[in-house]
């Protein structure tokens, strides 16, 4: 039997979390912070009200997961790949590109707008392994 860790998410359950994720308010609270339990505790809660039971952790850990595989899908088309692909691809590039496409028409020497990409980038790295 699958701990409570293991259990599958649901396609209900993933298009729950991106809803919430697609929230302005909580994709500019996760874009400011490291340390973002307190925003995933807010997530969960939410979750709780569409009746999903998944603490912090879990919804973090999905979370990561699906940006990850995004991530992973959207350079393998930008390089002309077009095999790679995912479930719920289309809700999170109108979450992820749109949050790309402003950084990218910001100023390129603008620096403080630039470090959550880096510090986000390497922490991710850091987790991987």
């Known amino acids: 039997v699958a701990n409570e860790g293991g259990k599958h998410w649901t396609v ?16 500019h609270q996760l ?20 009746g999903i039971d998944r603490d912090w952790k879990q919804c973090r850990t ?8 995004y991530k992973s899908v959207k350079s393998a088309q930008d390089s002309g790949s077009a095999s ?9 590039d109108a979450i992820m590109g749109h949050s790309t496409m402003e950084q990218a028409s910001k100023s390129d020497n603008d620096e403080s707008e630039r470090l959550p990409e880096w510090t986000e980038a390497k922490s991710e790295k850091d987790s991987i392994g």
């Open 62 to 69: 999905k979370y990561k997961n699906l940006k990850h595989e």
């Open 84 to 92: 790679k692909s995912m479930k719920f691809f289309n809700e999170l």
């Open 31 to 50: 874009e400011g912070t490291v340390r973002n339990k307190r925003i995933f505790e807010q997530v969960a809660a939410r979750l709780q009200k569409f």
């Open 12 to 27: 209900n359950e993933v298009r729950a979390l991106i809803r919430i994720w697609s929230d302005k308010n909580i994709q």
